[in-house]
């Protein structure tokens, strides 16, 4: 079921709104680490894909609002690419996206914004949690 699911909502967002504005490219990380971090809650709200994907639409990237885990099928559409992350130094609008697992349903998105992560809440670590989980990290190509 669960797979199923996926498979679905992933067809539904590759296919829906976001096509629309795939042609649109230019993104600005430092507005985008700007606005996350001056909205920022001082605890976490459970609300990080909305709060990284109104810093994207400040830093000019127009993306809708999905699950957390679903942006790594999102952002390549709208030019962001897969960062290696052997060897990996962060760079301010760099997105990191945690898959989902069965204690965090809908996963979890960030931003970094030149010195921390930040989603709806300003992080201790790119990875809120206490357990790890499997992530992908994106950033814009210019």
């Not at 993104?27 to 809650?41: D, G, I, L, Q, S």
């Not at 349903?105 to 790119?126: L, T």
Request: hydrophobic fraction near 40%; include cysteine.
């Amino acid at each position: 079921m669960k797979i199923t699911f996926k498979i679905i909502v992933t067809l539904l967002l590759v296919f829906g709104t976001t096509i629309l504005f795939s042609h649109l490219k230019s993104f600005n990380p430092e507005k985008a680490a700007r606005y996350v971090t001056e909205n920022a809650a001082p605890r976490s709200k459970t609300c990080c894909a909305w709060y990284v994907m109104r810093a994207m639409h400040a830093g000019g990237c127009p993306i809708s609002i999905y699950p957390a885990w679903a942006y790594k099928y999102i952002l390549p559409l709208h030019n962001f690419g897969k960062v290696d992350k052997q060897n990996y130094r962060p760079q301010k609008g760099d997105i990191v996206v945690i898959e989902n697992s069965k204690a965090h349903f809908w996963g979890h998105i960030a931003m970094y914004n030149g010195e921390i992560w930040v989603s709806d809440f300003k992080q201790r670590s790119m990875n809120p949690y206490r357990k790890s989980y499997p992530y992908e990290i994106f950033r814009c190509r210019k």
